[in-house]
């Protein structure tokens, strides 16, 4: 146990009700690696209080903080100022406070960026990709893509009207890049021919529903990257179907890992320890 005094910096994960979070052991594993005199608690609070919480973190000894669900909204108008990626993406998971004055940004997308980037040796800008899902996550993911030069971004999701609205965004927040996949095998078929990397941002295969799948795996070319940002299982249908086909695949758990470790970045100006993370992040999981 960290001993907190004085000059400890506070760091802290908004939410509500905030359940099992690896956040905390994650964080504070990593402060004690480095020898840093930081401590990161977990903090529930109601959407009523979320702006005097908010403010009175502020004038407090807080180095930051995260904002998970449902706040990650709301909290945009509770700061001083807020990073054009979070912005566009629209929705905070990470506040800095510096002197007072504080400012939100979103660090899922990034996450997802390093743990590609990381596991597969490409760089993301330049790539086709194609996102299954038009949720929160895929917001994320494809607003920092489009943001780091993605040269295409093919959204397909099952309420389509989700994925037309986000491509819009993209196209006119961002760049031109991205377009809308029907629901239908050889739309989806045609589009990841033509994809770098296929992304699946929803929860489908996630535990208890181990056995299913986002889209048909006769449809998944041989040698692709895929990515499952489903982190349990560890090992996805999805990613099983993938591996089988001799594919590159980048398990949920690095997006979970690396996100936390941008926000670390952000709080601590330190370079993260992510082995440590990983394993405990891996230790909490069993
Ligand atoms: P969300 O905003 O609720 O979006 C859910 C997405 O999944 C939507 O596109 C939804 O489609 C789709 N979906 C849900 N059930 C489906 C089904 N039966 N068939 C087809 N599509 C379905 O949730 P989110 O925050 O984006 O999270 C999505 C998943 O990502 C969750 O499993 C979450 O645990 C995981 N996640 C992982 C990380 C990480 O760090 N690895 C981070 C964030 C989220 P509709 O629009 O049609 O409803």
């Known amino acids: 146990m960290a001993v907190v005094d004085v000059n400890t910096k506070l760091v802290g994960l908004l939410g509500n009700p905030l359940g099992h979070s690896f956040s905390p052991a994650m964080h504070n594993k990593a402060f004690e690696t480095l020898g840093l005199n930081y401590f ?6 109601t959407a009523e209080d979320l702006p005097a919480v908010a403010a009175g973190i502020a004038k407090m000894n807080f180095a930051g903080y995260n904002i998970t669900i449902p706040h990650k909204i709301r909290i945009m108008d509770c700061l001083d100022a807020i990073d054009p990626l979070a912005l566009a993406i629209g929705a905070v998971n990470t506040v800095i406070v510096e002197n007072g004055r504080t400012t939100g940004y979103n660090t899922d997308g990034e996450g997802f960026v390093q743990s590609l980037e ?10 086709c990709y194609l996102i299954i899902g038009a949720g929160g996550a ?16 093919f959204l397909c999701n099952r309420t389509e009207q989700k994925a037309h609205d ?3 965004e993209i196209n006119t927040k961002v760049s031109p ?31 208890p529903d181990e056995d299913r799948i986002p889209i048909d ?6 040698g692709l990257i895929v990515s499952d940002i489903v982190y ?29 470790a941008e926000a670390f970045r952000k709080w601590t100006g330190a370079e993260p320890p992510v082995d440590v993370m990983f394993e405990v992040v891996r230790a909490l999981k069993g």
Request: glycine share 10%; hydrophobic share 45%; proline share 5%.
């Open 217 to 222: 795996g006769d449809l998944i070319p041989n």
């Open 118 to 127: 990381t596991e597969t040796g490409i760089a993301v800008g330049g790539k």
């Open 138 to 153: 895929a917001r994320a993911i494809a607003m920092t893509l489009a943001f780091k030069g993605a040269e295409k971004i």
């Open 166 to 168: 986000l491509a819009a």
């Open 40 to 45: 990161y608690l977990p903090i529930e609070v």
């Open 232 to 260: 349990n299982p560890a090992r996805t249908k999805l990613l099983q179907v993938a591996e089988a086909k001799n594919g590159r695949i980048v398990p949920g758990l690095g997006m979970l890992v690396y996100q936390g």
């Open 177 to 207: 890049c991205s377009e809308v996949v029907a629901r239908e095998p050889a739309r989806i078929g045609a589009a990841v021919r033509q994809a770098d990397v296929l992304i699946n941002t929803t929860s489908v295969g996630m535990h």
